[in-house]
C-alpha cells in the first residue's frame, strides 16, 4: 500500500524526506497544541469548580452559624462522614468526595428564619413544615449541576431527613431506597448535633449521645451504619476531639489526602 509520504515523494521527487519531516514537525507541533489546551481548559474549570464550591461552603457556613456560633459543626461533618464511610468499606475517592459534599447538607437552612430554627422546644405543626422545607431548599441551592461533587451535595440535602422507617421528609423513603451518603451523614449529623453545645440547650455527653443514638436504630438510621459508628465511637470522637482543637478551614477539607 502506497504511503501519504511516498505519494507525497513521488510528487515532488526532489524533496527527499523534507516533506515527511515536516509533516511530522507540524503534527507534533498541534499535538502538543492540543494537549496544552485540554490541560488548560481542565485547569480553568477546577478552578470554577473550586470557587463554586467555595461560594457554596460560606453559604453553609451562614447557615450554620445561625445553629453554632462556632461554624466548626459542618467541618466535623465532612471529617466524619469520610472516617465512617471508609469503616464502611467505600472506597478512598467516594469517602473523599462525601467528606466535600457533607458540609453544605444543611445549606437550606439559610432559607429558615430564626424565630423558627432557633425555637427551643416542640415545633407547632405550621412551623415544623416551615422547617422541613430546607431540604428541598438546599437541593435547590446547590442546583442541578453536571459536576459529580455538586450532584453528591444536592442529594445530601435531600435525603438527609429521610429516616429508614419510612416516616422522614421530604419523600418518606426508607431502607436501602435512602442514597447511601445521606444515610451516613445523618448518623454522623445525629451525633455531632447532640454533642454541641446550642442555642436552645447544652450538648449531650458522648455516652447518653451513643445511647440516643442506639435507640434510633432501625428507626431513624440504617442499624448497619449505627452498627459500625458504635464500634468504632472511640476513633470518631478522638477525631472529632482532634478537629474540635485544629480548627481546619475550607482548604484542609478540599485539600486533605
Known sequence: MTSLT?????????????????ATRQMERLVGDFGRMYRERNEALEE????????????????DLKDDDTGVHIIRIGFLSEALALLLG????????????????DIGKIGIPDDVLKKPGAFLPEERIVMNQHA????????RSRIPLFQMAAELALAHHE??????????????????????????????????DRCYR??????????????????????????????????????????????????????SK
Open 48 to 63: 470554577v469548580a473550586r470557587a463554586h464550591h467555595e461560594a457554596l461552603f460560606r453559604l453553609s457556613l451562614a447557615a
Open 163 to 196: 429516616r429508614w422507617d419510612g416516616t422522614g421528609y421530604p419523600s418518606k423513603l426508607a431502607g436501602d431506597n435512602i442514597p447511601l451518603s445521606g444515610r451516613i451523614v445523618a448518623v454522623v449529623d445525629f451525633f455531632d448535633a447532640l454533642t454541641m
Open 202 to 255: 447544652s450538648a449531650f455527653s458522648n455516652k447518653v449521645a451513643l445511647t440516643m443514638l442506639t435507640e434510633q436504630r432501625e428507626k431513624a438510621f440504617d442499624p448497619a451504619i449505627v452498627d459500625v459508628f458504635l464500634a468504632n465511637s472511640d476513633a470518631l470522637i478522638g477525631l472529632r476531639d482532634r478537629i474540635n482543637k485544629s480548627r481546619p478551614t475550607f482548604t484542609d477539607l478540599i485539600d
Open 136 to 143: 428541598a431548599m438546599g437541593a435547590e441551592i446547590l442546583g
Open 90 to 105: 467505600q472506597s478512598k475517592a467516594a469517602a473523599r468526595m462525601l467528606r466535600k459534599a457533607a458540609p453544605m447538607h
Open 6 to 22: 511516498d505519494s507525497a515523494d513521488s510528487i515532488f521527487p526532489n524533496s527527499g524526506n523534507s516533506f515527511s519531516e515536516a
